[in-house]
């Protein structure tokens, strides 16, 4: 049988386009509880990304209207604690229609590929995106060994 | 019918059509006298990228995040991703004078209602 690219492809994005309308009814379900029955694992939030960038280690994390000042970042070696709360406030005057955001603690561990140098971590958030910045501590770091 | 006749390929077409991960964001919904005000969650997402269209009482909102590509991933939990709800809103709201405002990766949409329908004190005079 000859199987052509395009086809491949085709089977790809219908699997895609149904992975996608699972989600959302999932997405719908969970949401139908509210947070106060949160059945999603509680353990991944904040949700991270981990990239390795030669010399030092980037980690990105979603926290969405939670200010700079509610979240705490701490390092120690290979160990890396995510903590903060979210809160929601309701406007002055407002009545409630529908809240889904809902106010929350959260504490997240990861465990790092490798050491970095706690004292020259940077952090920032940006949209609601917190950006860590980590570079290796020496020993970790890539080494070019010259051939003699 | 022999069963390879159902599905007609169109032969030659290399889609190369990659469609981003959809995703609801999580809203809070807030009304008082003068206002509708709602918030949406929208990680990453930059002012740009949002796109609110009012449409005959229906109010869709669209936001996407494209991170782009960054190196090596150790992991990767979440990308590339298109926030999109629709909500069905009262004719009654002022499309002129809605205001959006984005900070910290959240949506604030002011729906301001107009003046006929706010409510009014009615005042009775003695006669």
Do not use: C
């Amino acid at each position: 049988m000859f199987v052509r690219i395009g086809d491949l492809d085709r089977m790809f994005g219908t699997m895609g386009l149904f992975r996608d309308r699972l989600g959302t009814v999932f997405e719908d379900f969970d949401r139908s509880f509210g947070s106060a029955y949160d059945w999603t694992a509680t353990g991944t939030f904040p949700r991270t990304n981990l990239y390795d960038k030669g010399d030092h280690f980037e980690l990105t994390a979603e926290l969405p209207g939670i200010a700079k000042a509610d979240v705490h970042v701490k390092i120690q070696g290979n160990y890396l604690e995510i903590s903060g709360t979210k809160k929601v406030h309701v406007p002055e005057g407002y009545s409630v229609h529908r809240t889904e955001r809902g106010d929350s603690t959260f504490t997240r561990s990861l465990t790092l590929p490798a050491d970095v140098d706690s004292a020259k971590v940077s952090a920032s958030i940006k949209d609601g995106l917190l950006v860590l910045t980590m570079p290796k501590s020496e020993a970790a770091k890539p080494r070019q060994i010259s051939i003699g | 019918m022999d069963g390879k006749n159902i599905v007609k390929k169109d032969a030659g077409s290399v889609e190369a059509t990659r469609s981003i991960r959809k995703a609801v964001p999580l809203v809070d919904i807030y009304e008082n006298d003068d206002e509708i005000l709602l918030h949406a969650e929208m990680p990453g997402v930059r002012k740009d990228d949002i796109m609110v269209n009012i449409d005959n009482g229906r109010l869709t909102l669209s936001g996407t995040r494209l991170l782009g590509k960054q190196g090596a991933a150790e992991w990767e939990e979440f990308g590339d991703v298109e926030y999109q709800r629709a909500f069905s809103v009262p004719q009654t709201i002022d499309i002129e004078k809605v205001k959006a405002e984005l900070k910290d990766g959240m949506l604030a949409l002011h729906l301001p209602k107009s003046e006929a329908a706010k409510p009014r004190m009615v005042e009775i005079t003695a006669g």
